[in-house]
């Protein structure tokens, strides 16, 4: 338990996805430990949801880059300068 509330442990993060019906806009595919074999092992999950997991969305991208991120909108924006003037 985390707060009084009950929590799953995600083992890993499978699969990322631009979503605009969600806020935040950004969905993850979840595989979730002890639900092996059930219709509740996977599952879409937004970056909301995830704020304990920072870690495994770090290595998602590390492995994945290329997946949509909340970072790719800032790195290919064309109002965005990458390089100092």
Do not use: C, R
């Not at 890993?12 to 219709?39: E, R, S, V």
């Not at 909301?48 to 969305?57: H, M, N, Q, T, V």
């Not at 290329?66 to 100092?84: C, D, M, Q, W, Y």
């Amino acid at each position: 338990m985390i707060d009084g509330e009950l929590e799953y442990e995600v083992v890993q993060i499978l699969n990322a996805k631009l979503d605009h019906y969600h806020k935040p806009p950004f969905l993850y595919y979840i595989y979730w430990a002890g639900y092996k074999g059930t219709d509740e092992e996977y599952s879409w999950l937004s970056t909301s949801e995830l704020s304990y997991a920072s870690k495994l969305i770090q290595e998602f991208y590390a492995q994945y880059f290329t997946k949509p991120g909340p970072f790719s909108i800032v790195a290919f924006s064309p109002n965005t300068t990458l390089l100092p003037n």
